[in-house]
């Protein structure tokens, strides 16, 4: 399977949510590389994993999160 990057926006204000969003996308399975922009609220993730998958992750972070791409 071909690795896929996905691109959210998710309402982080500083460093601890983004954090806090790189240790739980990090924990799915699939995930090869997170790259997050807090001044944009962008999380780029690249990886095998599903978006439902990552999106999932990305919410337990209680953060409002869309999907913008894949």
């Given at each position: 399977?071909?690795?896929?990057?996905?691109?959210?926006?998710?309402?982080?204000t500083?460093?601890?949510?983004?954090?806090?969003?790189?240790?739980?996308?990090?924990?799915?399975?699939?995930?090869?590389?997170?790259?997050i922009?807090?001044?944009?609220?962008?999380?780029?993730?690249?990886?095998t994993?599903?978006?439902?998958?990552?999106?999932?992750?990305?919410?337990?972070?209680?953060?409002?999160?869309?999907?913008?791409?894949?």
């Amino acid at each position: 399977m071909s690795s896929t990057t996905y691109e959210f926006q998710v309402a982080m204000t500083c460093e601890g949510c983004a954090k806090a969003v790189r240790t739980l996308v990090g924990k799915v399975p699939g995930v090869e590389e997170v790259n997050i922009d807090v001044a944009k609220k962008q999380v780029l993730v690249k990886g095998t994993a599903s978006s439902d998958a990552l999106l999932a992750a990305i919410k337990k972070t209680g953060k409002e999160t869309t999907l913008v791409s894949s």
